[in-house]
């Protein structure tokens, strides 16, 4: 059974930093991508950004990019999402999520339960 388990949410101050995790287990995919989304309330899901995992190739959204950076660790399959310099409007739920490439990481079949990130302004 495939299971992502996010971790690293919190509560901080605008212009502060938190690094997210995305821990997968339970596949057996050699190249995979893994991708970070949100959704604020009221709001529709948004991508953040993905990182396919064999070569380490991210891409961003324009609201995130120079501020957060997505790594991966293999050996250990974990993902992580660090995000610097964040704003009271990156306040969301946010979520990892697995497929196979990053190109059809919104439609992936396995989600993580989401770790709420707030920032205060």
């Known amino acids: 059974e495939v299971k992502l388990v996010e971790s690293g949410g919190g509560l901080v101050q605008a212009g502060g930093s938190l690094r997210l995790s995305c821990a997968a287990s339970g596949f057996g995919f050699i190249n995979y991508a893994i991708g970070w989304f949100r959704q604020a309330p009221g709001k529709d899901r948004e991508g953040v950004g993905c990182?396919?995992?064999?070569?380490?190739?991210?891409r961003y959204a324009d609201s995130v990019r120079g501020r957060f950076t997505i790594s991966s660790n293999d050996a250990k399959n974990t993902v992580y999402l660090q995000m610097n310099t964040l704003k009271p409007e990156d306040t969301a739920v946010y979520y990892c999520?697995?497929?196979?490439?990053?190109?059809?990481?919104?439609?992936?079949?396995?989600w993580g339960q989401g770790t709420q990130v707030t920032v205060s302004s």
């Open positions: 999520a697995l497929d196979s490439f990053c190109d059809v990481i919104h439609a992936a079949d396995y």
């Open positions: 990182i396919q995992v064999e070569d380490d190739n991210t």
